[in-house]
């Protein structure tokens, strides 16, 4: 199983696709900041920036390229008729597991150092605008606290990339595979919104437990981990 769950990091890691995922996040935060800067000479701080961008049409790109590096590769594979030879070679039980912790994985880091180094380059924008590191210095600590949110909001990428994995093994088609954990999601924030839940099943509360440095919820970042494991289960 160990040796399955390697092949199939590696496979995620030597990808192309896992790379340009991390590089499309971090265009689309850099195009947002330029079009703020432009047209709203307020935001001059990368945190205005940063927090002005992430907008639900820019949350909906996100959660593409999330499903896009992490869990359409048995879609893929299916497609090119390769599942049934490796499935040959090793058992078919580590192969699934190995598909899942690819998917988690390449998720979560898609989102994670999207968004990351996304917000870190938004510190090269503002110095060309302004001249100055001004913008960066004045809220670090900002910075940070945005960078300790991640480890939990990332989450929310494992939980679509595992959910299009779930979705590929009965339907393995590309688009469907790319679509449905998206529509299911914000199924489930309709729902949710429409009656009454305990908070670790609210997936707006879920992801975003750090609200703070004194008021950081575990109980709710542990909630955000097990939404993609019970799927994964």
Known sequence: MIAMIKIELEKLF??????LCILGLIIGIQLNAWELMQYYLG???????????????FALLSFI?????GGISFCIEQKGQSVHYITLRGNVRNYGIGKIVSAFVGGYLINFLGFALGELSLAISVYVKLGSWIGITSCI???????VQLLAGSFKGSL???IALLVSVFIPDLFITLTIPIVIYYAWLAVTGWIQIPRFLDIVDVYSCFIGWDSISWSQFWSGIAYPFLLSV
């Open 14 to 19: 030597c990808s192309k696709r896992f790379y």
């Open 43 to 57: 935001y001059t701080t990368v945190c205005d920036l940063y927090t002005m961008g992430r907008t639900e049409g």
């Open 65 to 69: 390229l999330c499903v896009a590096g």
């Open 141 to 147: 600590p900002q910075i940070g606290l945005d960078m």
């Open 160 to 162: 679509l990339s595992v």
